[in-house]
């Protein structure tokens, strides 16, 4: 099992950008696919962002391509999100999400993850 723990939420002005860490617990982090996804007032949880064990692999919807980036620091057990260009639909609480062990790849659903982070309010003034 694995306890995960979001910072660096904020608020920010269109354009700017903010990153966002996750810090995970136990000493296997390096066995989880990690994940970002975020949820906005009134909306479902969607995918922003996932990153292979290695992270050699990642994934990026198609709204935040081009704009953020994840990356993991498996000695630091800490997956990262940058986030650049922002525009006021980022607006959400994002989440950090580690997908079980057994599976050795990531997904792209939010059911696909068994922990999840608290969460962090990102919040992206016009």
């Known amino acids: 099992q694995v306890q995960l723990v979001e910072s660096g939420g904020g608020l920010v002005q269109a354009g700017g950008s903010l990153s966002v860490s996750c810090a995970a617990s136990g000493r296997t982090f390096s066995s989880y696919a990690m994940g970002w996804f975020r949820q906005a007032p009134g909306k479902e949880r969607e995918l922003v962002s996932v990153?292979?064990?290695?992270?050699?692999?990642?994934y990026y919807a198609d709204s935040v391509k081009g704009r953020f980036t994840i990356s993991r620091d498996n000695a630091k057990n800490t997956v990262y999100l940058q986030m650049n260009s922002l525009k006021p639909e980022d607006t959400a609480v994002y989440y950090c999400a580690a997908r079980n062990s057994y599976y050795s790849s990531y997904g792209l659903r939010a059911d696909d993850y068994a922990y999840w982070g608290q969460g962090t309010q990102v919040t992206v003034s016009s």
């Open positions: 990153i292979s064990r290695s992270g050699g692999n990642t």
